[in-house]
């Protein structure tokens, strides 16, 4: 993806023409993960542009890493493209997409928010009943991948090995593969690990909105049925900030909702496009 002078940050558009949907990504992420989306909106006559949020992919590292200054930086973005757009957020991106939604409510058109609650989670422990629910792994994800030896991998597969033990899915390990790159005889995390493990107790919360503020705006809440992201409890919290919020659960999928359904998810995306913006 290439730096747009403009913000830093890597972005990538499929598509030359028709309204635009901007896409941002969770966390271990990368634009690129909405790739197929994308593209199904891109033959429909839409635009869709993919960002890599700051210390993700192509972008650059920062100091620390927070909802605010992430929603500063996509908002520079957005302001730059001159035209109100459809802002997508899954996970940690669909909290970015929240804030900006609540601080900068010009720069949209519509907003979607997948499988996320403008809530805190805990670090650890349940936030259901339900017996199958795993408290957060993303702590040990952190320290798997910093625990990997670079300078002694000879190649994906070494890399692949050594994660196993704390990521034993092989999806979920797929996922957190994708950002490890070569560089000449050198690998390389695509996300800055450090920072992401200092600042992980910030990730889990919502910064408090101002007093009295919400989005007014159409906005498509999506959620898997087998995810704890977005439960009952979470929907006064979500009616009182967006109040015209319309939620969808999808059958047989948890938090990577648009990967473990992509064609359900694009299905739902695009119905919600279609009366918000048609091409």
Known sequence: MPVTARTGLATRTIGAAGPRVVFLHGLFGQGRNWTTVGRALAAEGRRAT????????????????????????????????????????????GKVAMLLALHRPELLRALVVVDVAPVEYPEVGRRSDDPAEEASPFAAFVAAMRAVDLGALRGREDADAALRPAVPDDAVRAFLLQSLVRDGERWRWRVNLEVLQRDLGVLRGFPEPPPGARYDGPVLWVAGTTSHYVLPQDRPRIDALFPAARLVRVKGAGHWVHAERPEVFTDALRRFLEAVEPR
């Not at 992430?70 to 899954?90: K, R, S």
């Open 50 to 93: 993919l960002v890599d949020l700051p210390d993700h992919g192509g972008s650059p590292w920062t100091e620390r890493l927070d909802y605010a200054g992430m929603a500063h930086a996509v908002a520079d973005e957005l302001a730059a493209l001159g035209e109100p757009v459809t802002l997508v957020g899954h996970s940690m991106g």
